[in-house]
């Protein structure tokens, strides 16, 4: 028997879908990562590339993905492995599909500590921690904080506690279904963005009065120009290229299969291409323009332009922002520390949220799971992940769930969602999909973009990080190449990273016992993570082939 009733639980409205999608997409690497990319890759160098990005793979990524749930959802399929399969036909599919779950729970592990540390930043900004701190001694506070074993900031394993308490917040959301988590994308997207934007006059505004005897210099405009200057030289460069790649799959949450799992839940003639049109272009402007107009220019303006493109890194936010706050006066201090770590919170847990969403989906349609189980067994396997990056933060296992979890399965999974969609399930068939019901017109040359020009560029990104060459070199590497010379690959490869090839060489290089010994640890807790990650995408490959013998039984089928 067909599975064609449309599903129970549905969006109670069209601003709270797309409040909803935008929150999945607007996230920590929105304020914590764009800027850090733009300063690492030329600023305004980064700028151009990264919008063709959005434009050639995030707008084709979010048309597929949004067609591609919807589609799913006629046939009450709320999960990838059968929205995939029921695209595809073959067995295969639906294995492909379970990245969009095992993705989700890997993330939302690591994830959550960091929605913990915003949390826990909120309080220590009200009650005064950092007041009469150096820039060291906020940066010594925050390391001591994610050692959990040898913490000194008060409270024993107070990393766990508000680890711990971050996600039973997010199952107890979650646990409320979709109305919940459209609740919270209610407040929480119109409070992050009000933050931001109180924060981004501030930066705009600060110029040159943040300057000081040891920063002469320093000069707020200094950020912003370094950002804004177009560099049409980039165009040229491949390494910028695929940071502005690689930036989008961050940025818009495409690769996940959330997006797919939101999506299910739409009327089947919702319009989806105005919807992925809007959420992406929701979360740009707070991207490029919110999330450009904070970090680095406040940075700058205190500290100089050429600190921060010395020190620009992902720790600046808890490292740095605390102590620039304390420039301006202890009552400001707080209330712009609550902005900031307020605004990272609601950026999280909007993103969080949606994690949880592609598990329940799979777990209530192919097990008959209801809200509460599916959220808490969801929270119980992020629990279990998650433990390990919080205990062995300092052993490299948070860093190891961001490289396989939150990156290569994210262009693995879109690269084959993208062949899946244009080459299995057909363009043709796609582009009716994608203009059903619709209340905009995708332009034509749109649909030629999505079968050639998406795929190759994630195809591209794919074997970039396969084979990335010494130092990110690229154009040195291919003349060197052809000069007869031989491809060296960077230890951030993916085929040297797998070998734990950069730490058997600083093992091999060190002579002092303890750093050693630490190494050594260190590779065994990433092999150990590694044993994770894998045993974790092998248990819902299991689950998933249980649940289609229960189909076979059932008479059920994925499609028309």
């Given amino acids: 028997m067909e599975n064609k009733l449309m599903p129970k639980e549905a969006w109670g409205s069209r601003l709270g879908l797309i409040l909803a999608m935008a929150g999945n997409a607007v996230g920590l690497g929105n ?7 733009a300063v690492q890759n030329g600023g305004g160098a980064f700028i151009i590339p990264y919008l063709i990005c959005f434009l050639l793979m995030g ?26 399969d029921g695209m595809g036909k073959a067995k295969i599919w639906k294995y492909v599909g379970v990245f969009g779950i095992f993705t989700n729970i890997a993330v939302v592990a690591y994830y959550t500590y960091i929605e913990s540390w915003s949390l826990v930043y909120v309080l220590h900004a009200v009650f005064g921690t ?3 701190m150096s820039q060291s001694d906020v940066a010594i506070f925050f ?29 107890f959301i979650l646990s409320k279904g979709l109305g919940g988590i459209e609740k919270v994308a209610k407040i929480g997207m119109p409070l992050l963005i009000l933050f931001g934007v109180i924060l981004a006059v501030r930066g705009l505004t600060l110029g040159e009065s943040g300057k000081s005897e040891l920063f002469p210099d320093a000069n707020a405009w200094d950020g912003l120009n370094f950002l804004w200057t177009p560099q049409f030289d980039s165009l040229s460069n491949p390494k910028v290229w695929l940071a502005a790649a690689g930036q989008i799959f961050f940025t818009l949450s495409v690769g996940m299969g959330t997006i797919q799992c939101y999506a299910a839940y739409i009327k089947a003639n919702e319009d989806i291409a105005l919807n992925a049109v809007s959420a992406g272009f929701m979360n740009e ?13 406040i940075a700058a303006g205190y500290l100089g332009l050429d600190w921060v493109l010395e020190n620009a890194g992902f720790g600046m936010a808890f490292q740095t922002m605390p102590f620039l706050f304390q420039q301006w006066g202890e009552v400001a201090a707080a209330f712009s520390g609550v902005l900031w770590f307020g605004l990272l919170f609601f950026a999280g847990i909007t993103s969080s949220l949606a994690m949880g969403t592609p598990w329940m989906g799979f777990m209530k349609d192919e097990f ?3 809200k509460k189980k599916g959220a808490w067994s969801f929270g119980a396997l992020a629990l279990i992940m998650g433990l390990p990056t919080v205990l062995l933060y300092q052993y490299g296992v948070f860093d190891e769930y961001d490289y396989w979890a939150g990156t290569v399965s994210l262009v693995v999974f879109a690269l084959l969602e993208a062949v899946l969609f244009s080459w299995v399930f057909g363009i043709n068939k796609g582009w009716n999909e994608i203009n059903e019901g619709s209340d905009i017109k995708i332009p034509q ?25 010494y130092q990110n070199e690229w ?20 085929i040297k990273n797998i070998t734990n090839f950069g730490l058997k060489e600083q093992l091999q290089n060190s002579t002092n016992q303890l750093d050693i010994a630490f190494i050594k640890k260190k590779i065994f807790f990433i092999n150990m993570a590694r044993v994770l990650l894998i045993s974790l995408f092998v248990f819902i490959c299991y689950l998933v082939f249980l649940s289609h013998q229960k189909r076979l039984k059932e008479g059920r089928k994925n499609y028309e």
Avoid: C
Wanted: charged share 10%; glycine share 8%.
């Fill in 143 to 171: 390391t001591s904080y994610v050692d959990v074993f040898t913490t000194s900031t008060g409270i024993p394993f107070e990393a766990v506690f508000f680890y711990i308490l971050v996600l039973t917040l997010n199952i």
């Fill in 31 to 37: 304020f914590l990562r764009f800027p850090v990319q």
């Fill in 285 to 297: 402007f707070v991207e490029v323009v919110l999330g450009s107009s904070i970090v680095i220019p």
């Fill in 445 to 469: 040359v749109y649909k030629f973009i999505i079968k050639y020009i998406t795929p190759l560029l994630l195809l591209m990104v794919f074997l970039s990080s396969l084979i990335t060459p």
């Fill in 368 to 370: 008959g799971w209801g």
């Fill in 59 to 84: 707008i084709p990524l979010l048309l597929i993905e949004w067609s591609s749930g919807r589609y799913g959802g006629k046939f009450n399929n709320h999960s990838t492995p059968y929205i995939m």
């Fill in 130 to 132: 950092f007041e009469g």
């Fill in 475 to 494: 154009m040195d590497s291919i003349s060197n190449v052809l000069n007869g010379g031989t491809w060296v690959l960077d230890n951030s490869s993916l």
